[in-house]
């Protein structure tokens, strides 16, 4: 089978290994990729930061029991946290940034400010 420019499509003439038909459609396939890739990191970011704008609205005292629901309502996304911390007891705290929460039960949670108990 004839292999083709992975940008253009143009069927490819030469070396086994070549995936472009010029240096010109191998810089704008790479430059999309690299383009694809901070799209991603960005609305990662993005995500990120909403949740920890959302924690921080939530927790003014530094300390600050939530609903899920609660947490859900705000646009909270439960899958994106920055890292985790587990106590010597082993309850693994969730952060943020320096905004972290810990699952007590099936619907409630604590909010908690990183500097509450790490140093
Ligand atoms: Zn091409």
């Given at each position: 089978m004839d292999k083709c420019c992975l940008e253009?499509?143009?069927k490819l003439i030469g070396r086994v290994d070549k995936?472009?038909?010029s240096d010109q459609c191998r810089n704008t396939y790479n430059n999309r990729l690299n383009q694809d890739s901070s799209n991603m990191t960005r609305n990662i970011n993005r995500i990120l930061k909403k949740n920890r704008r959302i924690l921080e609205s939530l927790n003014r005292s530094g300390k600050t029991r939530v609903t899920r629901q609660k947490l859900i309502d705000e646009g909270?996304?439960?899958d994106y946290l920055t890292n985790m911390f587990t106590t010597k007891a082993g309850h693994t705290y969730y952060f943020?940034?320096?905004q972290g929460y810990i699952q007590n039960d099936k619907d409630?949670?604590?909010i908690v400010k990183r500097q509450d108990y790490v140093n």
């Open positions: 253009c499509g143009e995936k472009f038909c909270f996304n439960f943020c940034y320096d409630f949670f604590t």
